[in-house]
């Protein structure tokens, strides 16, 4: 009876087993790959609807600040003054208090 080569068989069977490996690995970094460009998507989307979102806020502050200029104008705070009957004049130059500006440190 002829000797079995044991030699071939290892060498087969090792074969096998790093093909196995490595086609793991494959699908472990493809599976890894998917999910970082899903993770990279999602931010992307949220990103944007952030940023609508800041030009809509800034867009109405624009208009507030716009809609308090007008308001506090001098020519609006006589109207109010005069729809309401208050009277009042500016006060004189010895009533005014003048501050030093602070420092913004």
Not at 42 to 51: A, D, F, M, P, S
Request: glycine letters at 4%; aromatic letters at 4%.
């Amino acid at each position: 009876m002829a000797k079995r080569n044991r030699k071939m068989a290892k060498a087969t069977h090792r074969q096998v087993s790093f093909a196995v490996a490595v086609g793991i690995a494959a699908s472990v970094l493809a599976l890894v790959y998917l999910q970082m460009q899903a993770d990279c998507e999602r931010t992307g989307k949220r990103i944007k609807q952030l940023e609508r979102t800041r030009r809509e806020v800034q867009k109405q502050v624009t208009n507030e600040e716009r809609n308090w200029a007008a308001a506090s104008s001098i020519r609006n705070m006589e109207r109010l003054l005069a729809r309401h009957g208050i009277e009042m004049s500016w006060p004189e130059e010895g009533q005014i208090i003048r501050l030093a500006a602070a420092d913004a440190r």
